[in-house]
């Protein structure tokens, strides 16, 4: 007797459950009952004969094999994503999606880059996500969209990654410092208190590869995720920090920061589009992949 297949339908609404945590949100979002919801479920696991949730307490989480299915089931919409707009294609139209993930730093000039590639592709849907490294990364793992872009990519998953932009990172100070409008060490710095980005994001891991490279330690006073927080704080005179450029916007000056001339600075770390080695690109990621590495080119 044929063992019985999964369907699309069954996988989208396993799919749906496990994005959602929830029986009852992805009855919600994917327009059926509950019970509707939980039958298809219930067929999956007949047909495969394991479970793909556990119950603690009001939660649910993916048993091993329900995280198989969801890579399984992220890969599958690679793979349709990627045939519908190469229908699309044939047909003269430039439809489909595309899904992009990238670090905080980067959303002072990549969401420009998507305006320009939405004009010029207007029936391309866009889902754009904005978080701190640890959870683009995690969403990178978990092959969640089609391009990343961060500085500092993972160094224990499989990827591609394609530097397309210089990264600079600056010390800042706030107007009116006693080293604004010189050139100094960065010894002449070091007993100042430094406000910098939380452990973990790319912008940390380049200023603790200068410390490393230097031997020199600073005054780490504060640690925020907040690049808008930090330019506040040292604007105020609370302390130094060293930024990417990016987030200092076009006229620091007028926000009462001065960019000091320190040597060996500016720092620099390429930004990287990045994704999985064995992803499918759909021909949308394909065209902005290709727009990211023309401006490096430029």
């Known amino acids: 007797m044929p063992r019985r297949r999964i369907t699309f339908r069954q996988l989208e609404t396993f799919a749906a459950v496990a994005r959602l945590n ?5 009855a919600d979002f994917l327009h059926l009952t509950q019970p509707a919801v939980s039958i298809q479920i219930k067929q999956i696991v007949d047909t495969i004969g394991l479970p ?4 603690s307490g009001r939660d649910i989480a993916l048993t091993v094999a329900g995280e198989e299915l969801l890579k ?14 190469a229908i699309d294609e044939l047909k003269g139209m430039k439809r489909g999606k595309l899904r992009v993930a990238l670090v905080t730093t980067a959303k002072y000039f990549l969401p420009r880059m998507l305006g320009a590639f939405c ?11 904005i978080a701190n490294r640890e959870k683009i990364v ?18 224990d998953l499989d990827i591609v990654r394609l530097p397309f932009l210089d990264n600079e990172y600056v010390v800042i100070a706030p107007a009116g410092h006693w080293a604004a409008g010189k ?22 891991h ?3 590869q200068y410390l490393r490279d230097s031997k020199l330690p600073l005054k780490v006073r504060l640690s925020l ?12 005179g609370m302390g130094l920090s060293i930024l990417s450029r990016h987030a200092l916007g076009h006229d620091p000056e007028r926000d009462g920061l001065a960019i000091l001339d320190v040597e060996g600075f500016p720092l620099k770390q390429a930004w990287n589009v990045v994704h999985l080695s064995g992803k499918i690109l759909s021909l949308p990621a394909q065209a902005f992949l290709d727009e990211l590495l023309g401006e490096a080119s430029r």
Do not use: C, H
């Open 52 to 55: 793909l949730f556990e119950q």
């Open 72 to 85: 399984t089931a992220r890969s599958l919409d690679d793979v349709w994503n990627r045939f519908e707009s």
């Open 138 to 155: 995690d969403r990178l793992r978990n092959n969640q969209d089609d391009l990343y872009v961060m500085s500092y990519p993972p160094e």
């Open 119 to 129: 004009q010029r592709y207007p029936d391309i849907d866009i889902e754009l996500e």
């Open 183 to 204: 050139q100094v060490a960065m010894a002449a710095l070091a007993n100042e208190p430094f406000i910098l980005r939380e452990q973990g994001s790319g912008s940390r």
């Open 225 to 236: 995720a907040s690049n808008e927080a930090i330019r506040d704080l040292v604007a105020s």
């Open 22 to 26: 929830s029986f009852t949100k992805a």
């Open 206 to 208: 380049v200023i603790e």
